[in-house]
T-cell receptor, first 114, second 116 residues
Framework: DAGVTQSPTHLIKTRGQQVTLRCSPISGHKSVSWYQQVLGQGPQFIFQYYEKEERGRGNFPDRFSARQFPNYSSELNVNALLLGDSALYLC?????????????FGPGTRLLVL | AQKITQTQPGMFVQEKEAVTLDCTYDTSDQSYGLFWYKQPSSGEMIFLIYQGSYDEQNATEGRYSLNFQKARKSANLVISASQLGDSAMYFCAMREDQTGANNLFFGTGTRLTVIP
């Protein structure tokens, strides 16, 4: 079975622009979470979606938004990009949203904001 | 306070030897899960092992084992018989049941280098 896939793999944007990142979960997984990993740090939680509904939101500004589609794929949107948004954006999927559920991560999208 | 603390920025281990990567956590929740992930330079986070707060036995997965000491709030990862391919960043993470969401709190990671 295919793992979590993300697109694009790399992206270069300039300040003030908008970006959309895409994620396809493992087949059969209904929950998708997004994380931001700044260089030298551990990933930080941005959003979780389960069955197309937002289940959790991390401490990120409203410039960050996401949605989940009927096929459980997801998009993360970031508006008005800042230099500090440069990071590796990771998507993770799990079957459900329980405490014991393992999240499986995709390869990430590397975003560079100039 | 940090929910996950990894105090070892870098560790070295000789090939075929065992190594322990430290992780302490902070939570007031009774139900939580602890995870270890490996991140090679490619960036993908690879799941290694899971320990639930109510699990009485330490988790094991092949060469990986988790030394879970609940009273000390520690969840150290032990890698036995290290291989060159084990060189990577290792992250400890926790999820708390009370949040209702699936979010993981990660530590800052430990960079493991396996020496031939």
């Amino acid at each position: 079975d295919a793992g979590v896939t993300q697109s694009p793999t790399h992206l270069i944007k300039t300040r003030g622009q908008q970006v959309t990142l895409r994620c396809s979960p493992i087949s059969g997984h209904k929950s998708v979470s997004w994380y931001q990993q700044v260089l030298g740090q551990g990933p930080q939680f941005i959003f979780q979606y389960y069955e197309k509904e937002e289940r959790g939101r991390g401490n990120f500004p409203d410039r960050f938004s996401a949605r989940q589609f009927p096929n459980y794929s997801s998009e993360l949107n970031v508006n008005a990009l800042l230099l500090g948004d440069s990071a590796l954006y990771l998507c993770a999927s799990s079957q459900i949203a329980g405490v014991g559920e393992t999240q499986y991560f995709g390869p990430g999208t590397r975003l560079l904001v100039l | 306070a940090q929910k996950i603390t990894q105090t070892q920025p870098g560790m070295f281990v000789q090939e075929k030897e065992a190594v322990t990567l430290d992780c302490t956590y902070d939570t007031s929740d009774q139900s939580y899960g602890l995870f270890w992930y490996k991140q090679p330079s490619s960036g993908e986070m690879i799941f290694l092992i899971y320990q639930g707060s109510y699990d009485e036995q330490n988790a094991t997965e092949g060469r990986y084992s988790l030394n879970f000491q609940k009273a000390r709030k520690s969840a150290n990862l032990v890698i036995s018989a290290s291989q060159l391919g084990d060189s990577a960043m290792y992250f400890c993470a926790m999820r708390e049941d009370q949040t209702g969401a699936n979010n993981l709190f990660f530590g800052t990671g430990t960079r493991l280098t396996v020496i031939p």
